[in-house]
Nanobody
Framework: EVQLVESGGGLVQAGGSLRLSCAAS????????IGWFRQASGKGQEGVAF????????YYADPVKGRFTISSNNAKNTVTLQMNSLKPEDTAVYFC?????????????????????????WGPGTQVTVSS
């Protein structure tokens, strides 16, 4: 059974940091890409950061570039999202998701954000609240 479980969410003041973890099981971790998405109350889903476990290539959405870092520990089947300099607009439920293969297209070399619909497995989410 495939499982993705997020942890590390919570309440933090603006300017603070949080570290989210996504623990994966039930699939060959090295053959998958992991993405972090978020959804704020009343808003649509937004891709935040992605990593391919096969080549460690990463992608960051513009609003989080320079503040968030995604990393993967293939030995522990865990992906971490380090979030620094948090802002109130980062408040959302954060989800990790998995899709087979690379998140980017090695044929067209498209390295834009992958669609959420291309991810097969999702965790239940963890709430991140940043107070001003």
């Amino acid at each position: 059974e495939v499982q993705l479980v997020e942890s590390g969410g919570g309440l933090v003041q603006a300017g603070g940091s949080l570290r989210l973890s996504c623990a994966a099981s039930g699939f060959t971790f090295d053959d998958y890409s992991i993405g972090w998405f978020r959804q704020a109350s009343g808003k649509g889903q937004e891709g935040v950061a992605f990593i391919s476990n096969g080549d460690n290539r990463t992608y960051y959405a513009d609003p989080v570039k320079g503040r968030f870092t995604i990393s993967s520990n293939n030995a522990k089947n865990t992906v971490t999202l380090q979030m620094n300099s948090l802002k109130p607009e980062d408040t959302a439920v954060y989800f990790c998701a998995a899709r087979p293969g690379l998140w980017w297209d090695p044929v067209t070399y498209y390295t834009g954000p992958p669609r959420a619909t291309s991810f097969d497995y999702w965790g239940p989410g963890t709430q991140v609240t940043v107070s001003s």
